[in-house]
């Protein structure tokens, strides 16, 4: 099926309709690229320590050289990295991409049970966990494939006296580092230095191999490996890279990198594009600190940031935000769940740059449209499809909708994921025979090719970004003995874009929201928790007794 593009017609000035997917076959060659052209750059910082490029190519491959070394682990092989943004989040990430295997990105915050399917499902060999987390990973370990544990400390890379300071507060003043026993567990610092003993061997990396399985959630609330293979990473390095065009300074650029880099939206955007051009990632650990967000912004001259609607509009409301200097600010991209206007609006007032909105999804490396970098004012549009990309709108039949049409958002293009890993029959359902991606999300195009998002398909919940799938949250709530019947839906809420509601008939008259929401606690992540908890006699139904979501919602 061959479509219109309008939109190449609004492209701002000087951004190509096609890229060069073929340029560089991986990511490592991208990386190595970046290293030649800015050895001496400073390339992320973290609690007040930067590494240069240089010191990232050599901790990397030392971390490559152990893991091909030691644990002998062969190409393909998956490592997942459960941590927060820190400096030893991009020196394993890039480590186990030069080594040929694959990064199963694992938020640090998951339960148990989330931990344990994703490590099954994968079937990781290795992972490295901060202290922090690694009870989590003590619990499932013995249940899992993983032959090797990897732990580090938040401050193992910051260097002494300060490093050292870090550990001792998180684990002895603020009580952030629960006790664990994991026999055989290596500490990171450690494997760098083995890793010094071996030569790593030349890698024969090709642009069909797996760089990722990135995890996200599924319709049937199983989450699910978007394999995105490293000419998928490296055609949305290209596509994001022209559409920056000239709206970056190869060298200078400094970016906030608040969003964890487990998140496709910041791993790519941030932790991959921008290496591209030589430039500093401030990576923010913890940004839900508020006001240590804001004084590590006052003391650092950035000049773009990334975001969801959530982060910036807590930065707009915390004490010390309008002090910050934005003279060097040029780019703001916001991203992973809509941007609300009043948000865009107050964000243009205070630091003088729009706020631009991108669209994208996990199995799409993730950038599908942007709008132009030079948009004066906030527009509502999702934007443009980006270059050697196809866009559409199709209705139920699959054929294509006019202008101004609302139906289901299709993408095609180099970025589209391989598939879900082990799940052929998903891959099917979401990739159609001629490419097209359905994205489960309702949309229009006008008439200049710009495209807006209306509504969604799928009853996902979108949390500060992060999916959430109500039948998951109804499994868990299911299970407990006092409950009959559980709803999940999405309202609305001023902080996180929607929040969770649970509609219960209850089984048990004694049974409490408390109850209920201590349970989640145990089983779900923070993001997939009810907020609001309500009891009903019945719940509304189909005649056929599938539970009416959508009228719960508009009840709400």
């Not at 567990?185 to 760089?211: C, M, Q, W």
């Not at 949309?443 to 710009?450: I, L, N, S, T, V």
């Not at 929607?498 to 408390?514: F, S």
């Amino acid at each position: 099926m061959t479509i219109e593009r309008p939109w190449l017609a609004h492209y701002p000035a000087g951004v190509p309709a096609e890229i060069d997917v073929d340029e560089f076959p991986s990511i490592p060659s991208v990386l190595e690229g970046a290293i030649r052209n800015f050895r001496d750059r400073p390339a992320f910082s973290n609690l007040g320590k930067t590494l240069t490029y240089a010191e990232i190519d050599e901790l990397s491959k030392q971390f490559a050289a152990y893991l091909l070394g030691e644990l002998k682990l062969k190409k393909g092989d998956r490592v997942a990295i459960m941590m927060p943004n820190c400096l030893q989040y991009p020196i394993a990430t890039f480590g186990v991409l030069r080594a040929g295997l694959t990064v199963v990105n694992t938020n640090p915050m998951y339960t148990a049970r989330e931990l344990r399917h994703q490590l099954v499902d994968s079937g990781t060999s290795a992972i490295l966990v901060l202290d922090n987390f690694a009870k989590t990973v003590q619990d499932v370990v013995a249940d899992t494939q993983v032959r090797q544990v990897i732990t580090t400390g938040l401050g193992d890379m910051v260097g002494f006296p300060k490093g050292a300071i870090v550990n001792f507060v998180l684990k002895h003043v603020k009580k952030m580092v629960p006790d664990h026993d994991i026999p055989g567990a290596v500490r990171f610092r450690d494997t760098l230095a083995l890793g010094r003993k071996h030569a790593l061997p030349d890698v024969s990396i090709t642009p069909e191999d797996i760089a990722f399985l990135q995890y996200t959630g599924g319709t049937t609330g199983v989450a699910k490996g978007a394999m995105l293979t490293h000419r998928n990473l490296v055609a949305n390095m290209q596509q994001a890279s022209a559409w920056l065009g000239s709206n970056v300074k190869v060298g200078e650029e400094v970016i906030v990198t608040a969003l964890p880099l487990y998140h496709i939206f910041a791993l790519t955007a941030n932790g991959l594009v921008f290496m591209k051009y030589g430039a500093k990632n401030l990576l923010i650990t913890n940004p839900r600190d508020m006001p240590a967000f804001v004084k590590e912004l006052k003391s650092n001259r950035f000049t773009a940031i990334t975001g969801v609607n959530t982060l910036f509009n807590g930065l707009l409301n915390t004490p010390g935000f309008d002090e910050i200097d934005f003279s060097p600010l040029h780019m703001t991209l916001g991203g992973g769940m809509a941007v609300q206007r009043a948000v865009a609006e107050r964000w243009k007032q205070a630091t003088g740059v729009t706020l631009v909105e991108a669209y994208g999804l996990t199995e799409t490396s993730p950038a599908a449209c942007i709008n132009p970098m030079n948009l004066a004012e906030y527009n509502g549009s999702i934007g443009l499809p980006v270059p050697s990309t196809e866009a559409c709108i199709k209705d139920e039949e699959g054929n294509a909708l006019p202008v101004g049409e609302v139906g289901e958002l299709c993408i095609r293009g180099p970025q589209v994921m391989k598939g879900y890993w082990q799940r052929p029959e998903e891959t099917a359902a979401a990739i159609d025979a001629d490419g097209w991606l359905h994205t489960g999300d309702m949309a229009k195009m006008d008439e200049q090719g710009f495209f807006y998002i209306v509504d969604r398909k799928k009853d996902m919940i979108l949390v500060s970004g992060f999916n959430v799938y109500p039948n998951e949250v109804e499994d868990v709530v299911a299970m407990m003995p006092g409950v009959l019947e559980v709803a999940a839906v999405g309202v609305p809420d001023e902080r996180s874009g929607e929040a969770v509601k649970l509609v219960i008939v209850k089984k048990d008259p004694a049974l409490t929201a408390e109850q209920v929401k201590a349970h989640a606690r145990e089983n779900l992540t923070g993001y997939k928790q009810p907020k609001i908890v309500e009891f009903r006699d019945e719940l509304p139904k189909t005649n056929v007794g599938k539970i009416l979501r959508r009228e719960l919602r508009d009840a709400s």
